[in-house]
């Protein structure tokens, strides 16, 4: 068995800077766009979960939608618990550090507006959607998608 069952009882918890229904939301925008990787994405596991050194997973070994489902929401934590000084933002910046990673959130436009106190960021955060250098349809309807659930005005 892979190490996900360590995840298996992880859920959101309660989170100052959004609601369990937010979370929800995010969750399954992840796994929309994400869909549940097969083995032939290594090192890409469950919903886009990127095995790390040390993370016991066998490569060529497909995981259960239960447990994808629990390492996503396990790594989405994570993510918007890096952003909680940022308040009801975090959510928002945890799922696009878990799509692009926190090292290109933390430098990227968006956070420069908001470390500035500018929350103004629709355009900096759709505009993430370059893949190999290139505008990407579906990562731009993604971002489009994710900023219209998530952003808290």
């Not at 859920?11 to 925008?29: I, R």
């Not at 016991?56 to 918007?80: C, I, P, V």
């Amino acid at each position: 068995m892979a190490a996900v069952g360590a995840y298996a009882n992880t859920t959101s918890s309660s989170h100052p800077s959004y609601t369990e229904h937010e979370f929800e939301k995010a969750v399954q925008l992840i796994k929309k766009y994400e869909t549940l990787h097969s083995p032939q994405h290594w090192p890409l596991v469950g919903y886009g979960h990127k095995v790390q050194p040390g993370e016991k997973f066998r490569k060529g070994e497909k995981l259960s939608e239960k447990q994808a489902d629990a390492l996503l929401r396990k790594d989405l934590k994570k993510y918007a618990d890096l952003y909680k000084t940022y308040g009801k933002d975090s959510l928002l910046l945890g799922v696009l550090a878990y799509n692009v990673g926190p090292g290109r959130v933390n430098n990227s436009s968006v956070m420069k507006l908001l470390r500035n106190g500018n929350r103004n960021i629709r355009e900096a955060f759709e505009a993430m959607c370059r893949y190999k250098g290139k505008v990407h349809k579906q990562i731009r309807a993604r971002r489009i998608e994710e900023f219209k659930a998530l952003f808290k005005h």
